[in-house]
């Protein structure tokens, strides 16, 4: 468990999904916990489960916080960062898991130098299995061992370069889960079209890829092609279904979809 105090600026989606695993998974006492949000509704919505504590300002909650999470759209960041600029200690740590803005333009505008942690998790983190990619302003063990504590139990933490290795993490694992819950629907919604019951069809579609994953984690030592392998005899079910999925060219469908994704990251970095 961490003894930091942890300030959470933005609590939507992501900001509050990150508080209530760290809390959920105890890895922080909820006295320790400072949210702020623009409108008060979503940390009263904490509240109502847990006792953190309400910033009325975000400058009461730089005051009272060790590590300040910018939960807040990237296109918030700065005129939410700014203006708290001068009252971030040397002695903090300012993590944000906005997409596109690279660590360098966010120490631009923070006077005082403290350390930045550029994370980018994915949804999944409500739940403890998100993957977390994380980059250091610099390495420094009592930052690394810091954030390490805090992310770890939250899933599969990944450290990562800036640049080009931290967009693909953002686009295959922070949008990642966007575009797995778009095929569970073509899975579910195929079912339901052979007649299976909406919750049914549902349950068979996540089964299938919990299955398929909880294989793959377990037997990690084998390539997914041999874990592939095993479902495919040749001139079989598996086997006629694989062949039109390549000649449909999913795999570069998906491609330049990830593409498109990684171009949107950048664009969003430049606003
Ligand atoms: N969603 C994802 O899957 C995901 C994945 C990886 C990274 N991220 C990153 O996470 C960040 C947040 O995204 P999100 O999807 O969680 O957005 P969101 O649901 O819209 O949440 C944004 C939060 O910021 C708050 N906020 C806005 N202005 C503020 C201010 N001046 N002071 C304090 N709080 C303020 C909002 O408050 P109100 O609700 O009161 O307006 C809200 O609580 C983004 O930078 C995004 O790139 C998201």
Sequence with gaps: MTEKKLGFIGVGNMGGA???????????????????????????KIQEDFPIHAAATNEELVENSDIIFMGVKPQDFFSVLE??????????????????????????????????????????????????GYCPDKQDAGTDAAMTSILQPLGYVVQVSEG?????????????????????????????????DKDVARNMAVQTFLGAAHLAERQEQHPLDLLQSRVVSKKGVTHAGLESMRELEIERALRISFEKAVLRDSELGRK
């Excluded at 095929?183 to 079912?191: K, R, T, V």
């Design 83 to 132: 203006p708290l600029s001068s009252l971030i200690a040397q002695e903090k740590i300012v993590v944000s898991m906005a997409a596109g803005i690279p660590i360098s333009d966010i120490k631009k505008v923070l006077q005082n130098h403290p350390r930045v942690v550029r994370i980018m998790p994915n949804t999944p983190i409500e739940v403890c299995k998100a993957v977390v």
């Design 18 to 44: 990150i508080v209530k695993a760290l809390l959920n998974s105890k890895v922080v006492l909820p006295e320790n916990i400072w949210c702020s949000s623009r409108t008060s509704g979503k940390v009263k």
């Design 164 to 196: 080009d290795q931290f967009q693909a993490l953002t686009v295959a694992c922070g949008s990642g889960t966007g575009f797995v819950f778009e095929l569970l629907q073509y899975w579910q919604e195929w079912l339901e079209g052979y007649g299976f």
